[in-house]
T-cell receptor
Framework: GQNIDQPTEMTATEGAIVQINCTYQ??????LFWYQQHAGEAPTFLSY??LDGLEEKGRFSSFLSRSKGYSYLLLKELQMKDSASYLC??????????WGAGTKLIIKP | DAMVIQNPRYQVTQFGKPVTLSCSQT?????MYWYQQKSSQAPKLLFH???????NEADTPDNFQSRRPNTSFCFLDIRSPGLGDAAMYLC??????????????FGPGTRLTVL
């Protein structure tokens, strides 16, 4: 079957760094997305990785290892507004998105 | 600004009373999706359209129907809402995944309450 695993909840301190991990099992693989979702709102696109390695975008970076079926989202210089759920979604051979349940990130002052 | 719009943002209905949720887009994207998302769960794909070509997910209940009369609009009909259908309903669009994975852009969602 197809499956995405990510931690349910994480807590971090304002100004710190946090890494949110995601492992995936899909029928074929055509890349992985990270989305941010604030409570009661729609997901918004953060990043897309299809090749191995790290992609950096300001305070946010995303890493992919295709051989390990593994990705992480790295958030630096955490701000209170980063409190949200972070959803990992892998694309299968039919280009369908397989979604994780999201990691709720709680930022403390 | 180009965007995905959903109406209403909040919908309250009674058990068994049909309800229609609407979505419109100004992105001129070829593909439209309807997702159901319950609290702390992954979005669950209900339907998607490649242009007018309708694709029903295998496990989408018959109680859910969808229409896409033109490129810009898409509707989700819930024929007889049950308590288990209370959720956030998300509409999303993407340009066209025929050539590869596409970023999906989401509307703000409609939160459905069933009394």
């Amino acid at each position: 079957g197809q499956n995405i695993d990510q931690p349910t909840e994480m807590t971090a301190t304002e100004g710190a760094i946090v890494q949110i991990n995601c492992t995936y099992q899909t029928s074929g693989f055509n890349g992985l997305f990270w989305y941010q979702q604030h409570a009661g709102e729609a997901p918004t696109f953060l990043s897309y990785n299809v090749l191995d390695g790290l992609e950096e975008k300001g305070r946010f970076s995303s890493f992919l290892s295709r051989s390990k079926g593994y990705s992480y989202l790295l958030l630096k210089e955490l701000q209170m507004k980063d409190s949200a759920s972070y959803l990992c979604a892998a694309t299968d051979s039919n280009y369908q998105l397989i979604w994780g349940a999201g990691t709720k990130l709680i930022i403390k002052p | 600004d180009a965007m995905v719009i959903q109406n209403p943002r909040y919908q309250v209905t009674q058990f068994g009373k049909p309800v229609t949720l609407s979505c419109s887009q100004t992105l001129n994207h070829n593909v439209m999706y309807w997702y159901q998302q319950k609290s702390s769960q992954a979005p669950k794909l209900l339907f998607h359209y490649y242009d007018k070509d309708f694709n029903n997910e295998a496990d989408t209940p018959d109680n859910f129907q969808s229409r896409r009369p033109n490129t810009s609009f898409c509707f989700l009909d819930i024929r007889s809402p049950g308590l288990g259908d209370a959720a956030m309903y998300l509409c999303a669009t993407s340009r066209d995944s025929a050539g590869g994975p596409d970023t999906q852009y989401f509307g703000p969602g409609t939160r459905l309450t069933v009394l």
